[in-house]
Structures are given as structure tokens and as C-alpha cells.
């Protein structure tokens, strides 16, 4: 390369496959936005969920059962906010691999959930935290998601 080669530009988002970089963890008001755009969209719907957001270090930051939401979606709205921030992609990657034949990853990551409705939560391109809906169906629940998602 000579001096007068002009140098590739930086890119902003990550290549391909590559998820995006970690970012600062959401602040308490914001994860309260996403908590309360996901809760109008499921009160909308007539859909008895539960909302959990976790940061950009893997912690919950909220919490939020709705009326008659399921015990057990307690449990697995975390675990599909955690997954979903622990690998920067939406649980449904691993329900697709898993759906494609792709049983192995049963095996070597047992913490992983599969189901579709985690998300992680993006600001400037970075993942600043998550959101995990359970409640219903994982097609309903990701839906839930995606209107908590879209509030930031």
C-alpha cells in the first residue's frame, strides 16, 4: 500500500456472524421503557406474560409478572434474557439450530435456552442488555419482546 492509497473506512456494525460488541448496561429508566412498552403490548393482546430484562453484565434489572402469567414463565423469561445477552442473539437462533437438527448443542450448552423470545437490547449499535418474554407461545412471547425491544 502506498501513501496515497486511501485506507479501508471503519466499519460500524460488526462482519457477518459477528454479533454486535457489549456496549454500557441499560439504565434503570430505560429498562423500565422497554418493561412498559412490552406490558401495553401484551395487555393489548390479552397476553399473560412475564418480562424480564437483564444489562450488559448479565444481571436482571427487572422483573415484571403480569396478571395469571404462568409460575414456571417466572424462570424462563431469565433464562431467555440471559441467553440472549450472554451470546448478543435472539434465543431464536438456538430454537432454529436446534429445529434444524442441530441436537448437540442440547449437549455442550445445557444453560442455553432454546425458545424463541429473548432478544438482546441494542443503543448506538451496541448491547446494552436484554429482554426475555415466557408466557405463551414463543412465536407470541418474541412479539412481546420485539415491542419492549422497540421502545429504546
Partial sequence: MTTNDAKPAPSAAPPAGIPPHY??????????????????????????VVIAVFDSTGHLAVLHRLDQANLGAVELAQRKAETAVRFRRATKVFEDIVAGGGLRLLS??????????????????LVIGSIGVSGLTSAEDAQVAQAGASAL
Fill in 108 to 125: 455442550v450448552a445445557s444453560d442455553i435456552i432454546t425458545l424463541e423470545g429473548g432478544l438482546p437490547l441494542l443503543q448506538n449499535g
Fill in 23 to 48: 456496549g454500557p448496561p441499560i439504565s434503570l429508566e430505560s429498562a423500565k421503557r422497554v418493561v412498559d412498552a412490552a406490558e401495553a403490548f401484551a395487555k393489548a393482546h390479552g397476553f399473560p
